[in-house]
T-cell receptor, first 115, second 109 residues
Framework: NAGVTQTPKFQVLKTGQSMTLQCAQDMNHEYMSWYRQDPGMGLRLIHYSVGAGITDQGEVPNGYNVSRSTTEDFPLRLLSAAPSQTSVYFC??????????????FGEGSRLTVL | AQRVTQPEKLLSVFKGAPVELKCNYSYSGSPELFWYVQYSRQRLQLLLRHISRESIKGFTADLNKGETSFHLKKPFAQEEDSAMYYCALISGNTGKLIFGQGTTLQVKP
């Protein structure tokens, strides 16, 4: 079982470069989300989606774009990377019936460094 | 504002000692609270939810609405409990989880 797969696991960018963090799940989850994890800040929600074609902003959406063209994929785009976006990024998904039960399935994380 | 606060960045105890990881929340309405755990080199995973009133791996957590707390407790810590623990609550009905800052539990032999 693949579960939630994130790529790449590690990435180094220069300020101003763009990139896309990929997230795919094979569990037919309707709900998908992106978090960033920073020391002392915990996990903060960037964007989320409750189904294909539907996305919404979380706590810290600035500097990030998302799209949800299929149920399986939820890529996170950094249009012009900044050092403040250095972080570990987690993708998470949930069963349709579990959206309100708090059970999220997480990917392994993607560590991004912006120089 | 909806908020989860974990006041301790690091909690270090000896094996066999009791453990209490603190979590306080701010939420209007009836909160749904959870504890997530991240062991070294593993994915973040759900440990327990308050609505289930369950004990997982010896851990329990009781929701105290008067003190707006949801502390995680275990009577006798084991070395394998060493991990990062996050308290979280659900915001609204869209499944958004709001996490606290996290507490690293270190259980020494």
């Amino acid at each position: 079982n693949a579960g939630v797969t994130q790529t790449p696991k590690f990435q180094v960018l220069k300020t101003g470069q763009s990139m896309t963090l990929q997230c795919a799940q094979d569990m037919n989850h309707e709900y998908m989300s992106w978090y960033r994890q920073d020391p002392g800040m915990g996990l903060r929600l960037i964007h989320y989606s409750v189904g294909a074609g539907i996305t919404d902003q979380g706590e810290v959406p600035n500097g990030y774009n998302v799209s949800r063209s299929t149920t399986e994929d939820f890529p996170l785009r950094l249009l012009s990377a900044a050092p403040s976006q250095t972080s570990v990024y987690f993708c998470a998904s949930s069963y349709p019936a579990s959206i309100n039960t708090g059970e999220l399935f997480f990917g392994e994380g993607s560590r991004l460094t912006v120089l | 504002a909806q908020r989860v606060t974990q006041p301790e960045k690091l909690l270090s105890v000896f094996k066999g000692a009791p453990v209490e990881l603190k979590c306080n929340y701010s939420y209007s309405g009836s909160p749904e609270l959870f504890w997530y755990v991240q062991y070294s080199r593993q994915r973040l995973q759900l440990l327990l939810r308050h609505i289930s009133r369950e004990s997982i791996k010896g851990f329990t957590a009781d929701l105290n609405k008067g003190e707006t707390s949801f502390h995680l407790k275990k009577p006798f810590a084991q070395e394998e409990d060493s991990a990062m623990y996050y308290c979280a609550l659900i915001s609204g009905n869209t499944g958004k989880l709001i996490f606290g800052q996290g507490t690293t539990l270190q259980v020494k032999p």
